[in-house]
């Protein structure tokens, strides 16, 4: 199973309460339950509102379940930002 880091930025960072932990998973959705069940309560309702980089790659519409992950890859959760 593919180990990877996933990064939290702003709103998500201060939900999750850390900036980046290790996940085992398959899929973008695998790592993201992950961290739902790690983290329950506020993360989840950012992670609702929030966009993905997958090693630098902006995941944008594709389904999560269909983004795979690369052993030693990155995950960054970044929520909405404010100006330009």
Do not use: I, Q
């Amino acid at each position: 199973m593919p180990k990877v880091t996933v990064r939290y930025w702003a709103a998500a960072k201060a939900a999750a309460g850390v900036a980046e932990e290790p996940y085992e998973a398959v899929t973008l959705a695998e790592a993201l339950d992950g961290a739902r069940e790690r983290h329950p309560g506020e993360l989840e309702r950012v992670l609702r509102r929030c966009s993905f980089l997958v090693d630098g790659d902006p995941v944008g519409t594709r389904g999560h379940e269909t983004v795979r992950l690369a052993d030693g890859g990155t995950v960054e959760v970044l929520p909405p930002f404010a100006g330009g």
